[in-house]
């Protein structure tokens, strides 16, 4: 009896946590070391597979739409992490003081963080449409020229930066708020008898307390963008001229228009150690300013 | 003195209406394009001169969006369902409970969290197809069925829990599930809250997923059926048609925004804060 306990005892915890273990190996351990296993070879699914050797990693090092890929990926979070990090501190510091229906600013703020991704490049293709769209009629209703948001070839990956920014400002608002909360108002007292100008304050006190949520800002953004899928799927099927094609949605491509399994294996692992190391370095890069 | 604060005051909420006009009007436009004719889409006005109900007419005849309403429903309730029950099980057992590989298990835990997804998306698509899941509800739900991020949530709360009230329930002869989900969940509400908040809003948000592993239009979510039905040619280039489904994937969600807003904000909020 007492025996029987112990070993019940025991086994417990492991019963407890075997939902977690089991699903870790199919659904992370296995795909890992398998897409690993698929890089080496070729496979449409429906054939046997075939081994290539590192055939997949020399066409991935010469793949130039993929290479534009990562490239219109970088542009895309060149615009979107400053100005997500600006709009959104500057409502934050807006709201964090005495305001009256401050709830009401936070919801309206926060409403497209909640709405499909789907609802809002919907949504979006409209605002940017080039005779219809609504951004171009205030453009043209105040004399300015019409720009071709989506299909100029040279802003087309902006306007969709400029879209997600709009969709996830409202979150980080939320977080830089908690962050300028943190700071305690005796040094903002304590600088303004000091003589220290608003700026001042801004720059040598907030900055330097909300670091870590900066940090939040930029790691959270990059994965964003890294995942950028849906936007460009949607509203310019990559176009034009693959100047907004993203490595997500190439990678969707190869393996599921073209049925190249073990080439899209190979770009998704490539793709995800490159995503690790951006966030490493980042990591790096920050708490060396510190 | 006085007037300067007070033009400052104002110049304040200028700016932040201005903000909130901007995140909110479009929403407003969309609904108001949703009834419009084809003809007076275009303008700017905030309401149709006639509205209609001929967008969602003509887009119900097109697509089986009350059924994709259905399904995801379906799939949201039951993968934020098994989200909650493995997250507590196992959150109980690395919180309460002292066992041989627990700091392994926890480091993998958080190790997994940071693995970008990209490298797994194709093997478990494979995965799918090898265990005859393609074109199932499962697909949608099992490869969601257990959240790294609702673990460490549960782990953390049940860390903030007296062991007295572990002990106590244990003499009244309380098995160790009774005790997680009878005596421990009232008492963690806050967290039950956010971790079911968003594990639905991910669930229901979800496209890629569905997109890959979904053929079947009688089981696509409402994301994936409005998006197919966007990109391909079955709108007819008819905007308003669109726009009136995107109107419909929205609307759920709004409305529970509306009625839940402060937990939908310290939910999201907790993801980033948490790490």
Known sequence: MSRGLTIKKTILPYVLVSPYLVFVMIFVVFPVLFCFFLTFHKWNIISPMQF??????????????????????????????????????????????????????????????????????????????????????????????????????????????????????????????????????????????????????????????????????????????????????????????????????????????????????????????????????????????? | MKERYSFWNFMVYAALLVAATSFIYPFIWMIGAAFASSHEIGKMTIWPDHPSWGNFRSMMEKIPIGRSLINSILVASLTTSLVLITGSTVGYALAKMRFRGRQLIFYVIIFTMSLPFQITLIPNYITMVNLHLVDTYLALVVPFAVSAFAILMFRQAFQGLPQALIDAARLDGCNEMGIIFRVLWPNIKPTLVTVAILSFIGSWNEVLWPLIVIRNEQLMTMPQLVTLFAVGGRADAQLGVKIAAAVLLALPVMIAFLFFQKHFIQSMASTGLKD
């Open chain 1, 52 to 290: 290539i050797g590192v055939d997949n990693y020399s066409r991935l090092i010469h793949d130039r739409l993929f290479w534009k890929a990562i490239g219109n990926t970088l542009k895309f979070l060149l615009l979107h992490i400053p100005l997500q990090i600006a709009v959104s501190l500057f409502l934050a510091q807006l709201l964090n003081q005495k305001i009256r229906a401050i709830s009401f600013f936070r919801a309206s703020f926060f409403l497209p963080v909640i709405v499909s991704g789907v609802v809002v490049t919907i949504l979006w293709q409209q605002l940017f449409g080039y005779d219809s769209g609504m951004i171009n009629r205030m453009l043209s209703a105040i004399g300015l020229p019409k720009a071709g948001w989506l299909v100029n070839p040279d802003i087309a990956i902006y306007s969709i930066a400029v879209m997600a920014t709009w969709k996830n400002v409202g979150l980080y608002v939320i977080l830089f708020l908690v962050g300028l909360q943190t700071v305690p108002p005796q040094y903002y007292e304590a600088a303004k008898l000091e003589g220290a100008s608003p700026w001042q304050r801004f720059y040598h006190i907030t900055l330097p307390m909300i670091n870590p949520t900066i940090f939040l800002v930029v790691v959270l953004s990059t994965i964003g963008g890294f995942s950028l899928f849906i936007e460009p799927y949607i509203m310019t099927g990559g176009g034009p001229m693959n100047q907004t094609l993203s490595a997500v949605l190439y990678i969707y491509k190869q393996a599921f228009q073209y049925y190249n399994m073990g080439y899209s294996a190979t770009l998704g692992f490539f793709y995800a150690f490159l995503i690790m190391t951006v966030v490493i370095l980042q990591k790096r890069l920050i708490e060396k300013e510190e």
